[in-house]
């Protein structure tokens, strides 16, 4: 019996430190968690080369490129795509080409950039003549590195057309913000080249921040901040739809009073960027409705009173008012708004 004893205490204490199956971790946003699972089941069947290769594009998508380069060298050509992506990110252009392929549109531009780095430009070329085929001339950044190579080749006409497509694209496009302040500030455009480049200068720090709060995101995908870090960048950037997007995702993750700055954001992005009143005010009783916190209410007022709609405002903070009988400040404005107390 001591046998099966120990046998049922073994199976049980396995299962306790075994938790959540691999993927349903890393479903529900627990990335570190779910590879470091994934490492564990890989030890009981390290033959296992699919598993492994899980585990590898699991660290890439996390940013561990070191990582994910060196669990990958043992994966032959199944790994390629993994060591050649690690390679790039690492900064180690040369080895990257090794290994980079042509399938994705994403890997032809790892290897158009490669290239242009290492100053290999008839090469560069060639990969960027595919690269703009297969886009169709509706990426920013392919269009950046067109509007280089004509510059390469003499043609200024064709880089400032390229670079102009580009913006047309995407405002902020660094490539093109850069390059083309560039091609004009010598010649009779001298003030939109510098207006250009001083443009290119304001807008780096923001790109920087936006690629900070996605990696957050790759990091914590559940987490609703991180969402709504992704909208404040690019709200910054001048990009209201997506920031209304990430704010919208930020939204449907948050819970308690973890809403009430997400749904605040949101919010003010609507009603200034927007100027869509009715949706900002949805939006913060959506979100009152759902936590509970006055504050969304007397947000929902500010908006409804800044757009002349004084009565409905009125209705909004009286109903604030209620749920924070001892605060001041709101009496102050319900009464000087008329506003019955």
Not at 133 to 162: C, F, I, N, P, Q
């Amino acid at each position: 019996m001591s046998g099966l004893f120990e046998l049922a205490v073994t199976a049980i204490l396995t299962l306790a430190t075994q938790g959540p199956a691999a993927q349903e971790l890393w479903n529900a946003g627990r990335r570190e968690e779910a590879i470091e699972a994934w490492w564990r089941e890989q030890e009981r069947a390290p033959g296992d080369r699919s598993a492994l290769l899980r585990i590898v594009e699991a660290e890439l998508a996390v940013h561990r490129y070191a990582a994910a380069l060196e669990h990958a060298r043992g994966l032959g050509a199944e790994g390629a795509r993994v060591r050649g992506t690690a390679l790039y990110r690492l900064g180690r252009a040369a080895e990257a080409l090794g290994e980079l392929g042509r399938e994705s549109a994403a890997e032809l531009a790892m290897r158009v950039d490669a290239y242009e780095l290492l100053q290999r430009f008839g090469e560069a070329d060639r990969e960027l003549a595919e690269l703009a085929r297969r886009t169709e001339g509706k990426s920013a950044s392919v269009e950046a590195m067109l509007a280089r190579s004509a510059v390469r080749r003499g043609d200024a006409a064709a880089g400032e057309r390229h670079f102009r497509r580009a913006l047309e694209l995407d405002p902020v496009d660094p490539g093109a913000l850069h390059g083309l302040g560039m091609l004009l500030r010598g010649g009779e455009r001298k003030s939109e080249g510098l207006a250009l480049l001083q443009r290119h200068r304001e807008v780096t720090p923001l790109l920087d921040q936006l690629e900070f709060a996605r990696r957050g995101v790759d990091l914590g995908p559940m987490h609703a901040a991180n969402h709504a870090a992704v909208g404040d960048a690019q709200r910054a950037l001048g990009r209201i739809d997506a920031a209304l997007e990430a704010y919208r995702t930020a939204d449907r993750l948050a819970s308690g009073d973890a809403l009430v700055p997400v749904a605040l954001r949101h919010a003010r992005v609507l009603a200034e960027d927007r100027k869509d009143v009715a949706s900002a005010v949805r939006v913060l009783e959506s979100a009152f409705e759902r936590c509970g916190n006055a504050k969304l209410l007397v947000r929902a007022g500010d908006v409804l009173a800044d757009a002349g709609e004084r009565a409905a405002a009125r209705e909004r903070w009286t109903r604030a008012l209620a749920l924070r009988p001892q605060d001041a400040e709101l009496r102050a404005r319900l009464e000087r708004a008329g506003g019955k107390l």
